[in-house]
């Protein structure tokens, strides 16, 4: 597990300095709000200004008109029945509410299907991190028999026979042929435009107080304390993008472990997924097999299973019912007030 930063550090110590003044009659929780936002940790939850697009890999329009109308085509499985956004609704919080991600032909796939809510700010993706990058995971749905079983060749002779992609490929990549990796630099370009947008939380963080309910304030003091959420879910994206061991995953499941066999804590480990928008996403964990955020909260306050691979953070939490009900108020928090999924983000974010 990566050591957290030092204003995550600083926030916790401050949190639990808090609560200790709230146990004892101290002010109540809507003035903890005001003095926390004084602190320097308010940079680490203030949403970044712009998306970060690769140098190998720049932002156009042409690419990002491209890449969402690829996105959105069921030409790309064989059936021409399934698209990427099969998998991925936008007004499903990018995932797609199965326990198991659905392949042509409605075949089950392993996991569930993560958000692409934010990947953009990501090192690794896929539930065990084999993907480098998000140009790396463009064909490995495409092509799986158990995802839209698809054939490069045959994709390729589709989209060059079509004047509509010939013209938006001339125009995304002039001089350039239709092949692989033209479909991946588009397709990557979109998915990178995939961008949470402000939620109730955030406009708390900014100054204003009426933006979160009191519930929601007190369950952010228990998300940074007592619950020790962000020792995974750190940041603005509530990720700290690496891999753990939660106490959920099944023993014939190794998770990151299938590529470091001889590391005992990554065995069982899964990327830590985005809490945005998390309250639109159930089912929940890699396995889909949580269905609401309650019995989320009730994993987590239980500890999981036990056993060496689990991360050492996962212990019982000893939550009351009030806590938890704070902490779920909190997590709604975490939920823009647009509808997540609209099928173009909004254009002063991908730019």
């Known amino acids: ?18 609560l200790l003044v709230f146990a004892c009659g101290g002010p109540a929780p809507a003035e903890s ?9 308010r940079e680490e939850y203030r949403r970044p200004p712009s ?40 007004d499903h919080g990018w995932s797609d509410g199965f326990v198991h991600a659905r392949g042509d032909g409605a075949v ?23 993907f480098r990058d998000i140009e790396a995971v463009t064909f490995a749905p495409i092509v799986s028999p158990a995802g839209m079983s698809m054939t490069e060749e045959k994709l390729l002779a589709r989209l060059s026979a079509d004047r509509f992609y010939v013209e938006m490929f ?33 406009r708390w963080i900014e100054g204003d107080e009426s933006a979160m309910p009191e519930a929601a304030k007190r ?58 928008n998390d309250a639109d996403r159930g089912p929940y964990m890699h396995d889909g097999s949580i269905a609401t955020l309650e019995e989320v909260i009730e994993l987590y306050n239980k500890g999981g299973v036990d056993r060496p691979s689990r991360a050492e953070v996962i212990k019982p939490l000893g939550l009351n019912a009030i806590e938890k009900a704070d902490l779920l108020a909190f997590l709604r928090a975490l939920s823009d007030d647009q509808i997540s999924g609209t099928s173009r983000p909004d254009d002063d974010l991908i730019r």
């Open 1 to 18: 597990m990566r050591d957290a930063s030092p204003k995550a550090k600083f926030f916790r110590s401050f949190v639990f300095a808090s």
């Open 33 to 41: 709000g005001d003095a926390a936002k004084s602190g320097n940790w």
């Open 51 to 90: 998306i970060p697009y690769p140098s190998s890999n720049p932002f156009t329009p042409e690419k990002a008109e491209l890449g969402r109308a690829l996105f959105f085509d069921t030409r790309l499985s064989a059936s021409m029945t399934m698209s990427c956004a099969s998998c991925h609704k936008p």
């Open 108 to 130: 089950s796939m392993l996991f569930h299907s993560p958000s692409l809510l934010d990947i953009a700010w990501l090192d690794r993706l896929g539930w065990d991190g084999k």
């Open 170 to 202: 001339a125009r995304a990549f002039p001089g350039k042929a239709i092949d692989r990796r033209t479909i991946e630099l588009a397709m990557a370009t979109f998915e990178r435009s995939i961008a949470s947008k402000t939620a109730p939380f955030d």
């Open 219 to 276: 369950g952010f003091a228990l998300f940074s304390g007592k619950a020790k959420c962000t020792e995974c879910h750190s940041g603005w994206a509530f990720t700290d993008g690496s891999f753990h061991d939660i106490g959920v995953a099944k023993e014939d499941e190794p998770g990151r472990g299938r590529f470091f066999p001889t590391s005992l804590k990554l065995q069982h480990a899964f990327k830590t997924p985005t809490l945005r």
